[in-house]
């Protein structure tokens, strides 16, 4: 995984602060942070993180992925995916590891792949962590 780097050699962080909000296709090989509002796709070398109070509606494939608003779609991670206790989720998604912290909410398809193997389990989930 290649990351972007500024000009004094630190990692290139894209954001989507709050209030604002942005449709269509979105492609980076940096660490992507939204706080506003996102519609359309998003394809990441590297992580995508959605903050509390966030809305993203579509379809994601990155490395990593960290939920911590709102979600809505298809989601394919090479890595980890992460729910934070802010979390509403609602799609199908693809994942090598998935976390689920204390109050998030999963509502949807997960499809958990072991990098090592040639085969997907398949996981029915309709969860919400109190």
């Not at 693809?94 to 909410?105: E, H, P, V, Y």
């Amino acid at each position: 995984m290649r990351v972007n780097q500024n000009r004094n050699n630190h990692p290139t962080i894209n954001r989507i602060d709050a209030g604002t909000h942005l449709e269509g296709h979105l492609k980076t090989n940096s660490p992507l942070v939204i706080s506003g509002s996102f519609h359309g796709t998003i394809s990441s070398e590297s992580s995508v993180e959605t903050t509390k109070g966030s809305i993203v509606l579509g379809e994601i494939k990155a490395e990593r992925l960290i939920i911590n608003g709102q979600w809505q779609g298809k989601a394919q991670i090479q890595g980890e995916t992460l729910l934070e206790s802010h979390a509403l989720a609602d799609g199908e998604l693809i994942t090598n590891k998935l976390s689920i912290r204390q109050g998030a909410q999963f509502n949807g398809l997960c499809q958990m792949q072991d990098p090592t193997a040639t085969h997907i389990k398949q996981i029915s989930l309709k969860q919400q962590l109190a």
